[in-house]
Nanobody
Framework: QVQLVESGGGSVQPGGSLRLSCEVS????????MAWFRQAPGKEREGVAA????????YYGDSVKERFTISQDNARNLIYLQMNSLKPEDTAMYYC??????????????????????WGTGTQVTVSS
């Protein structure tokens, strides 16, 4: 069973930075699409960043491009989300998600959340002064 465990959330002032981590079961890490999604209260789930662990392609949601960076640590089966220049509108629960296989970006340049069959329980990020 694939397990995803997020960590690194917290409270930060606007303009600050946070780094989220997602520990992924080895069974899927070697060749899987890993992604970060977020959901704020009353809003739809939004794709943040994604990568295929077996390749080099990365995908970002429009609202986080140039500010957020997704990366991987193959030795530790970790997926990171480095978040810089945080804004109050980045406040949300952030979820790590995984699917076995390559990422399939849609016309908006990002995979659909329905592509992913494994999800973590989330880590809260709050950006406020």
């Amino acid at each position: 069973q694939v397990q995803l465990v997020e960590s690194g959330g917290g409270s930060v002032q606007p303009g600050g930075s946070l780094r989220l981590s997602c520990e992924v079961s080895p069974s899927i890490y070697s060749r899987g699409c890993m992604a970060w999604f977020r959901q704020a209260p009353g809003k739809e789930r939004e794709g943040v960043a994604a990568l295929y662990t077996g390749g080099i392609s990365k995908y970002y949601g429009d609202s986080v491009k140039e500010r957020f960076t997704i990366s991987q640590d193959n030795a530790r089966n970790l997926i990171y989300l480095q978040m810089n220049s945080l804004k109050p509108e980045d406040t949300a629960m952030y979820y790590c998600a995984a699917e076995n296989g390559v990422c399939w970006p849609r016309s908006n340049g990002f995979p659909e959340s329905t592509d992913f069959d494994s999800w973590g329980t989330g880590t809260q990020v709050t950006v406020s002064s």
